[in-house]
Nanobody, 128 residues
Framework: EVQLVESGGGLVQAGGSLRLSCATS????????IGWFREAPGKEREAVSC????????LYADSVKGRFTISGDFAKNTVYLQMNSLKPEDTDLYYC?????????????????????WGQGTQVTVSS
């Protein structure tokens, strides 16, 4: 069974940093890509980053490039999202998700419908 559990969210001042963790189980990183998404009430779900280790692909939304870094610790089956220089507009509920690679979508899609497995989310709040 594929499972994803996020942690690491919290309240931070603008300019600060947080590291989100996504603990995974039930699948191999060879067959799945991991994405981070964020969503606020009344807003569309937004792709933040995607990571496919076997394809050596990492992608970022323009809004977070240069500030956020996605990485994986395969020994721990965990994917991280290091978030630096946080801004109030980064305030959202952050989700990690798993995409099983196949022929319908590219290896590391930045579209949430491509991801079939989701965690419960972790709240990030950035104060000004």
């Amino acid at each position: 069974e594929v499972q994803l559990v996020e942690s690491g969210g919290g309240l931070v001042q603008a300019g600060g940093s947080l590291r989100l963790s996504c603990a995974t189980s039930g699948f191999s990183f060879d067959d799945y890509a991991i994405g981070w998404f964020r969503e606020a009430p009344g807003k569309e779900r937004e792709a933040v980053s995607c990571f496919s280790s076997s394809d050596d692909i990492t992608l970022y939304a323009d809004s977070v490039k240069g500030r956020f870094t996605i990485s994986g610790d395969f020994a721990k089956n965990t994917v991280y999202l290091q978030m630096n220089s946080l801004k109030p507009e980064d305030t959202d509920l952050y989700y990690c998700a798993a995409h099983r690679k196949g022929h319908l979508w590219r290896a590391c899609p930045m579209e949430w419908p491509a991801f079939g497995y989701w965690g419960q989310g972790t709240q990030v709040t950035v104060s000004s």
